[in-house]
């Protein structure tokens, strides 16, 4: 079922970008009204005047006209076909749920994120917020770009999945309609991955956060998922 993104808010300058273009086509209609109605013989310093103010009416107008030109479109929302939930796996100790809840749980609330992964060393040991599919975890391939996030260590941020084609990679992790992705590593082995309704929609603060909570995270997950890995092959006939 799609779920409705809150709207963008509107630009708080809007009234003040356009304020010389209003200026510019009030001064240049009182400048005509002038000529017609209070100035029956025209005299040399008069025109001279007049042209003047003419020029400066068609300056303003024309700042007026770049002004709105220049203003950055704000980027589009998309509603998500996404399910609500909250997946995890279930050998995690009640310590490494509690940081995961937490770290999830602030990402959606003080990002742009509307999904949220946590992948570590093979296994997803988390997804929280609108989900491909709930009640089970994706089990998640590292291909291009994720091979990238381990290799460099560094985040890959596809600020507009519709421009990059390695957005195949997470077409099964993340709902219909996702517009942008982060990938920020978790150390050398894992990643957290971010995708959002909206292009563009990471700032650098919110990126800056994000590389925050994901070394809290490597600290927190250290042997996590070695331990649990080991403790099932123990627990298997």
Known sequence: MPVESSPTS????????RLP????????????????????????SQSRSDALGILLSALLILT??????????????????????????????EAAKLELAWASHTLLTTTAARTVLVWVEGQTLLQ??????????????????LQRVLRTGRPVYLVDLKLFPARAEFD????????????QPIGETGCLILGSDTPRSFTQRDQSWIAAIASKLEVVLAGEVTQTMTESSLESP
Do not use: M, Y
């Not at 509107?10 to 970008?17: A, G, K």
């Not at 006209?65 to 100790?93: C, E, F, R, V, Y």
């Open 128 to 145: 929280r917020g609108l989900l491909a599919s709930a009640g089970q975890l994706p089990q998640i391939e590292p291909k291009s770009i």
């Open 64 to 93: 007026g006209l770049l002004w709105q030109q220049i203003q950055p479109i704000a980027p589009k929302t998309i509603p998500l076909q996404g399910i609500p939930g909250l997946d995890w796996h279930p050998g995690l100790s």
């Open 10 to 17: 509107r630009d708080p300058n809007r009234w003040l970008r």
């Open 172 to 183: 099964r992790i993340l709902p219909t309609g996702s517009q942008a992705v982060l990938c």
């Open 21 to 44: 273009l209003f200026a510019g086509i009030l001064g240049s209609g009182l400048l005509v009204l002038n000529r017609l109605l209070f100035t029956p013989e025209l005299s040399t």
